[in-house]
């Protein structure tokens, strides 16, 4: 990861480049007559951000409980806040 400082998500705003680390909460895959993009919501407590990873209908060691940092470009869709394919890294949990 970069040195870009963690922000909570309840800070972040459009075309900002964040940091940010939560909970993964909810996942989505797209079905297999679409195109591929598997969607990650995170949620750190003060808000929740969607990770679309286009071109994956999966991410290995990204579950439901699992937690990440992720980097970005936050772009707004629909009132969503959303990170399209961010650098991510795994939080080992104890």
């Known amino acids: 990861m970069t040195v870009t400082p963690v922000v909570t998500i309840a800070e972040v705003a459009p075309r900002e ?3 940010v680390a ?34 994956r209908r999966e991410v290995p060691g990204i579950v439901p409980g699992a937690r990440l940092h ?5 772009c707004e869709s629909e009132a969503l806040k959303r990170l399209y394919n961010p650098r991510y890294e795994l939080v080992p949990t104890a």
Do not use: C, K, N
């Open 17 to 19: 480049i964040v940091h």
């Open 70 to 74: 992720l980097e970005g470009r936050v």
């Open 22 to 55: 939560g909970r993964v909460v909810a996942i989505q895959v797209e079905p297999s007559d679409a195109p591929p993009a598997f969607t990650v919501r995170l949620d750190d407590g003060t808000g929740r951000i969607d990770a679309v990873f286009m071109g």
